[in-house]
DNA sequence: TCTGACCTGCGA
DNA sequence: TCGCAGGTCAGA
């Protein structure tokens, strides 16, 4: 599900909500989400610990409390949430946080596909990509990383050790809008179209954190109401549909097992 | 570099 | 009943 808008959004809900404030008690099921710790283990290391802190590294939700650093991963269908009796699948809760002030945090992932770590020492990230709306994501940088990949267009921006927080709905549509085929070849891009690409990633990502994301189906933000984003997708599930620019009808293909939307005539 | 596996729910 | 869905990883 959430790629880094969806995340973004998060982060910034829980931001706001809960940040400061102490855990007074998490509860947990013994879901397969949990990775380098036990469902009882992460519950009795956050149990009267501040939440100092909450940020994001690519699509990587993490926090900070006392002595511990909590890193989620939603995988397709994790999701935050203040209000479970908004919850469509309320079985598929996994995590419960009770703060000081009486809210509770829960976490939802339906398909399980979410991970969560627990680590002592703030984690550095250092195996995954550039975060493309830091400032180290700069045009030289990514002009670096794409001649260095033999791989399609798509398959390098869905890579999470090139550029961190892109997944397929981003990816379709940052290609579509910088005239792209997804399956050009990254290292044989040129300047032009380079620096057009670098400008709608940044674009197609800042644009979906202020209409608080994209909602396909299970996304939903912390306060449980829809993302907006997906009333401006131009690409995404729009196969049959004509080119917004040109009019030619959008086409769907398969690229890494993953749908592919583009425009045949816009997209070269 | 590509495919299948991990999961569950939904719509055709 | 089958195919597909905002992701990632191991193994061929």
Known sequence: MPELPEVETIVRQIR??????????????????????????????????RLQQVWRYGKFLCWKTENF??????GMSGIFMNNPALSLYPRHIHLRFAFENGKNL???????FGKVFLYTDKPDFNRIGIDPLSEEFTLLKFRKLLSLSNKNIKSF?????????????????????????PLHKANKIGRQKTEKLFRAIKKVLSEAIDRFGTTYSAYRT???????NQNFLQVYQKNGEVCPVCGTVIR??????RSTFYCPKCQR
């Open 252 to 257: 769907k293909t398969i690229i890494n097992s």
């Open 157 to 181: 921006l869905m890579d999470q050790h090139f550029v961190a927080g892109v997944g397929n709905i981003y990816a379709n549509e940052a290609l579509f809008l910088a005239g792209i085929s």
């Open 222 to 228: 912390v306060e449980g109401t829809t993302g907006g």
């Open 16 to 49: 706001s909500g809960f940040e400061g404030l102490r855990i007074l008690q998490v509860e947990a099921t013994p879901a397969r989400i949990f990775q380098n710790i036990s469902p009882a283990e992460f519950c009795d290391a956050l149990r009267n610990k």
């Open 69 to 74: 650093f909590p890193v989620f991963h939603l």
């Open 106 to 112: 829960y976490f939802q992932d339906v398909r399980k």
